[in-house]
């Protein structure tokens, strides 16, 4: 793709170089991404030029620069076009070079083997899909290698058990679903993967499918360009479930928990209020809001395959950490994988272990069944 190409895909004519996208963008004092430079360069004076590897590599694609956008350009848009050209061109780190290789060749980006992928349901009975499921839990690569994050599959196994439901999972046969391929610019291999999982998805006539992971649910909804199944983030479906009265407590977590709405989530999406609405009906729970929160929330750093890559200077995540402290609370509640991670790793590095307990909204509500 030439410059004009590009330019003429993601608008970058209509760019009035207001810098809304450059002053909006989480990272960009930190790895000096100035995204309102580079449009400039590509549109006006058809500059197209790979930038050097923390400037390019920073942007998390949390999308708050589109969603400044008073021409509704989506800037990350354009950045994941110049990855692309990146990888294309061999111009990536190795840690990225090597999460995408693993995806290919196992289906997930930890370099874990495919027969490893059901290890985390050692103790629990849960069926395949095959075995006439309504729903469809997709577990995703994190969930199910990270011995951190399957905590969390399990909490939500048991949330989706005491409520009654019928859902199964692919087992070994699940795949990578390309959500941060596709940030990373690896669009060949998305397209790939997209394939393989409505192969999949199709062999076993799902129709309602859900996930723990917004960058899953994500790519499902907006990405796979689908309408064969329906797909939830947990947090829907939790919040519908204790709407209904399926889903019932019977045990008091009396704890101050404060949430960190989760970009791929919150901003890309618009769920907001179900999470809210599933900490509320933990009981004894009294929920704080971060002066960042919502549409305005801060990002984790998780995004855009920021997992693989580390770019240098200050942390967001501790700059959340350490509000959350602040507000007084002893629960700071996510509901992303990646936002577990990176924020819990921040708990240990601003010296807050033992103040404040990072738990994702399964993991809670599991406490109080």
């Not at 199944?229 to 404060?258: M, P, R, S, Y």
């Not at 991670?341 to 590095?349: F, G, P, Q, R, Y």
Request: net charge neutral; charged share 25%.
């Amino acid at each position: 793709m030439n410059a004009q190409e590009l330019a003429q895909k993601h608008k970058l004519l209509e760019c009035i170089q207001c810098g809304a996208c450059t002053g909006s963008c989480p990272v960009a004092r930190k790895a000096n991404l100035n995204v309102r430079r580079y449009m400039r360069d590509v549109a006006t004076f058809g500059k197209l030029t790979i930038h050097p590897q923390n400037e390019l590599w920073s942007c998390t694609t949390c999308s708050t620069c589109g969603i400044r956008c008073p021409k509704e350009i989506n800037p990350y848009e354009f950045l994941i076009d110049i990855r692309s050209m990146a990888v294309e061109e061999g111009q990536i780190a190795p840690t990225i070079r090597d999460a995408l290789e693993s995806i290919f060749k196992n289906g997930n980006p930890w370099a874990r083997i495919r027969n490893k992928r059901s290890e985390w349901l050692q103790g629990l009975n849960v069926k395949h899909i095959s075995q006439g499921a309504d729903i469809l839990l997709y577990v995703g690569c994190t969930s199910a290698y990270d011995p951190r994050i399957q905590n969390v599959a399990k909490s939500l196994v048991a949330c989706l058990e005491k409520a009654g439901l019928n859902f199964g999972i692919l087992g070994d046969e699940e795949n990578c679903c390309g959500s941060e391929v596709y940030g990373m610019g690896e669009k060949g291999l998305f397209d790939y993967l997209v394939e393989e999982n409505m192969k999949i998805f199709d062999k076993y006539n799902v129709k309602q499918a859900v996930t723990s992971c917004p960058h899953g649910f994500h790519a499902f909804k907006s990405r796979y360009n689908q309408t064969s199944f329906e797909i939830q983030h947990c947090t829907q479906l939790l919040a519908k479930l204790i709407e209904n009265g399926k889903l019932t407590f019977t045990k008091e977590v009396n704890k101050k928990a404060i949430y960190h709405d989760p970009c791929f989530l919150g901003k890309q999406n618009g769920i907001y209020d179900e999470p809210r609405k599933v900490i509320e009906s933990v009981p004894g729970v009294k929920l704080l809001e971060f002066d960042r929160s919502r549409a305005r929330s801060l990002c984790c750093e998780g995004g855009g395959g920021r997992m693989w890559i580390d770019i240098p200077g200050p942390r967001l995540a501790e700059i959340r950490v350490k509000d959350a402290v602040e507000q007084g609370a002893e629960i700071l509640a996510v509901a992303c994988p990646f936002c577990l991670l990176t924020i819990e790793d921040a708990v240990k590095t601003t010296g807050n272990e033992g103040k404040i307990q990072t738990m994702d909204i399964a993991e809670l509500a599991s406490l109080a069944l």
